[in-house]
């Protein structure tokens, strides 16, 4: 009885681990970006960062006051502010400085990176749920204690551990879903999973605003990872107990018999380079934003609450643009080749680029309306990006390739905002965040532009129209598009097919969680 109500609700078991999978990530990275929101309450109480003069009366209008607490720039004068004897102005941490952009940046990257790489290696090896657990049970137990710290360097250490174990989720997740979904599904389901780095980014916003304001239980900003972390744990369990290891499908292909690719030199061609530097580019000024975004506001606007505005720009605009950008390169691609991809890249952020200097620019009703069609544009870039890339590589060093991609990409847009701090005390917090957000979007689209003549152009015909048979192509890949963009001959394999009937097995790639942002 119990064994047949089993197999009934069997159908029940992929969404389940879909959604079980998608919960524990979007909690990893609502971990991740809290600190964006919560610290200047962080600051306040742990005492790091710059000190600044600043509004604490929201009651109080900007253009009502005799003079903006931003502009001034020493304690005295600002104490001094007042309207009919209210001081709206208080001296105290900003939740700004080097060492928040070390907190937020560099602390939890270096770790990120270099663990994702042995994890993606570990994975190919070890029982992937075991691992899984392990990691949500880490990056969890690093949430809650984030919570309970005395120290900054408490807050460094715990965003190292966190990151640690989050940098298994994405890898690991992706390997436990491509085999138990269909391969007709599984471009949705990925979709579906890798939005939760959307949903957790722009969850961050309301929950680090609202709930440290209503101070429960007068805990605070320490209640937001004292809550993410719970879920976190649940999600852990969940993993653990209830999901089992799917037998290993046979997607990738073998390289039994063929031709050394030499790795050195496919990462050395001048177009994996050009794209590689320009990706990082345009990921530092993505970053920027995310790091700095809530900051940036409540110091401009402190009358004006924007976090609902970010809420909905971050979770929906983001990823209608992320769903838009493949499909129209996609559609391009067809009919003008490889380069029209890395035309739809440049394009997208060129048309970006205005849009978010508006951002950062305008009064709040059109710094929302300018950020929204600015994020809508550049959400575009991350598919694009992996898509461009997974087709200008030889298969056999497809994964390898985009790991060390991932890497460089993660580490040098990941890193470059700490420059935002140092850049602010020449020019100001704004000229700082214009520069490295909307100015690195800009560079991105030259950069982009140029990486564009590098590659190839369409083909006169495709192998449908002379008579070839696509499944049996040798540098056939999934979707259609073919994989012989790659030149020179010595470094690709031979001719030849392998797996049942003669066809090729395929390496279906996802690329590891890298904010897209």
């Known amino acids: 009885m119990q064994s047949s109500m089993m197999e009934k609700l069997s159908f029940l078991y992929k969404p389940y681990v879909l959604a079980v999978l998608t919960i524990g990530y979007i909690a990893g990275e609502l971990g991740h970006y809290l600190?964006?929101?919560?610290?200047?309450?962080?600051?306040?109480?742990?005492?790091y960062g710059d000190i600044a003069c600043q509004q604490n009366h929201t009651e109080f209008l900007r253009h009502e006051l005799p003079a903006q607490c931003a502009d001034i720039i020493a304690e005295e004068a600002c104490h001094q502010q007042h309207i009919n004897g209210t001081v709206y102005c208080e001296w105290n941490y900003n939740g700004l400085g080097l060492e928040y952009q070390l907190l937020a940046g560099p602390s939890f990257i270096a770790v990120f990176t270099v663990v994702g790489v042995v994890l993606g290696f570990a994975a190919?090896?070890?029982?992937?749920?075991?691992?899984?657990?392990?990691?949500?049970?880490?990056?969890?137990?690093?949430?809650?204690?984030?919570?309970?710290?005395?120290?900054?360097?408490?807050?460094?250490?715990?965003?190292?551990?966190?990151?640690?174990?989050?940098?298994?989720?994405?890898?690991?997740?992706?390997?436990?879903?491509?085999?138990?979904?269909p391969e007709s599904k599984r471009a949705l389901?990925?979709?579906?999973?890798?939005?939760?780095?959307?949903?957790?980014?722009?969850?961050?916003?309301?929950?680090?605003?609202?709930?440290?304001?209503?101070?429960?239980?007068g805990l605070g900003w320490r209640v937001c990872y004292y809550g993410t972390g719970v879920l976190a744990l649940i999600?852990?369990?969940?993993?653990?107990?209830?999901?089992?290891?799917?037998?290993?499908?046979?997607?990738?292909?073998?390289a039994a018999g063929k031709a050394k690719v030499n790795l050195?030199?496919?990462?050395?061609?001048?177009?994996?380079?050009?794209?590689?530097?320009?990706?990082?580019?345009?990921?530092?000024?993505?970053?920027?934003?995310?790091?700095?975004?809530d900051l940036y506001y409540n110091i401009y606007f402190p009358d004006v609450d924007l976090g609902w505005w970010l809420f909905a720009v971050t979770i929906g605009i983001g990823s209608i643009g992320v769903v838009i950008g493949g499909i129209v390169s996609d559609k391009f691609v067809a009919k003008m080749g490889i380069r029209s991809r890395v035309a739809c890249l440049a394009i997208s952020q060129l048309l970006a680029t205005p849009f978010a200097f508006g951002s950062v620019y305008f009064e709040p009703l059109w710094a929302m309306i300018t950020l929204g069609i600015s994020y809508f544009f550049a959400e575009m870039w991350f598919g694009i990006v992996f898509a461009v890339l997974v087709e200008i590589v030889p298969l056999q060093v497809r994964s390898t390739t985009i790991g060390v991609f991932l890497f460089v990409m993660n580490n040098i847009g990941g890193?470059?905002?700490?420059?935002?701090?140092?850049?602010?005390?020449?020019?100001?917090?704004?000229?700082?965040?214009?520069?490295?957000?909307?100015?690195?979007?800009?560079?991105?689209?030259v950069m982009f532009f140029i990486t564009m003549f590098f590659m190839?152009?369409?083909?006169?015909?495709?192998?449908?129209?002379?008579?070839?048979?696509?499944?049996?192509?040798?540098?056939?890949?999934?979707?259609?598009?073919?994989?012989?963009?790659?030149?020179?001959?010595?470094?690709?394999?031979?001719?030849?097919?392998?797996?049942?009937?003669?066809?090729r097995n395929i390496v279906s790639v996802r690329p590891s969680e890298s904010s897209r942002l």
Not at 200 to 215: D, E, S
Not at 463 to 491: K, L
């Open 35 to 47: 600190i964006g929101v919560t610290s200047k309450a962080t600051a306040m109480e742990l005492d």
């Open 124 to 181: 190919d090896r070890f029982n992937r749920v075991r691992m899984l657990f392990v990691c949500t049970l880490v990056f969890a137990v690093a949430i809650v204690l984030q919570g309970t710290v005395q120290e900054y360097w408490h807050l460094i250490l715990l965003r190292m551990v966190m990151a640690a174990g989050e940098a298994g989720c994405n890898p690991l997740a992706t390997g436990i879903m491509s085999d138990i979904f």
């Open 189 to 217: 389901v990925m979709a579906i999973f890798n939005w939760g780095i959307y949903g957790g980014y722009g969850i961050a916003f309301p929950v680090g605003r609202y709930i440290t304001k209503l101070n429960i239980g």
């Open 235 to 254: 999600m852990a369990v969940l993993t653990g107990t209830t999901l089992r290891e799917p037998e290993r499908q046979s997607i990738g292909e073998d």
């Open 264 to 293: 050195r030199k496919v990462l050395l061609q001048p177009r994996v380079l050009l794209l590689m530097l320009a990706a990082s580019v345009r990921h530092a000024g993505g970053m920027t934003f995310a790091y700095n975004a």
């Open 415 to 445: 890193n470059l905002p700490i420059l935002v701090d140092p850049l602010a005390k020449a020019i100001g917090y704004r000229g700082s965040v214009m520069f490295f957000y909307a100015g690195f979007y800009g560079i991105s689209t």
């Open 456 to 503: 190839d152009g369409p083909k006169p015909k495709s192998d449908e129209a002379i008579g070839h048979d696509p499944t049996t192509h040798a540098n056939h890949v999934e979707m259609g598009h073919e994989n012989n963009t790659f030149q020179p001959d010595d470094y690709l394999p031979p001719p030849h097919t392998n797996g049942v009937n003669g066809h």
